[in-house]
Nanobody
Framework: QVQLVESGGGLVQAGGSLRLSCAASGSIFSINAMGWYRQAPGKQRELVAAITSGGSTNYADSVKGRFTISRDNVKYTMYLQMNSLKPEDTAVYYC???????????????WGQGTQVTVSS
């Protein structure tokens, strides 16, 4: 059984910072790409940032220069450092991982339960 657990969300004023964490646990052989997504009320879930197992990253245009994604492959943990937060960053943030649970088993997509980020103006 694989679990992804996010933490670090909360309420912050515009211009402030938060650091999200996503810890994977359970039966894990390897983790390929990981990513952070977000969903605001009434909107579709969107990709915020992604990172490969080798550390290559990509970001949504709306967060470039403000957010930084990173991962610790030993701890099976991913992070999202969010600086200069804006009210439009308010959303539920979800962790995603393309994960291999055991050798010779195809990778599967796993999701965390989400963590709320609220930015007040």
């Amino acid at each position: 059984q694989v679990q992804l657990v996010e933490s670090g969300g909360g309420l912050v004023q515009a211009g402030g910072s938060l650091r999200l964490s996503c810890a994977a646990s359970g039966s894990i052989f390897s983790i390929n790409a990981m990513g952070w997504y977000r969903q605001a009320p009434g909107k579709q879930r969107e990709l915020v940032a992604a990172i490969t197992s080798g550390g290559s990253t990509n970001y949504a245009d709306s967060v470039k220069g403000r957010f930084t994604i990173s991962r610790d492959n030993v701890k099976y943990t991913m992070y999202l450092q969010m600086n200069s937060l804006k009210p439009e960053d308010t959303a539920v943030y979800y962790c995603n991982a393309d994960l291999v649970a055991a050798p010779e088993i195809p990778s599967e997509d796993y999701w965390g339960q989400g963590t709320q980020v609220t930015v007040s103006s």
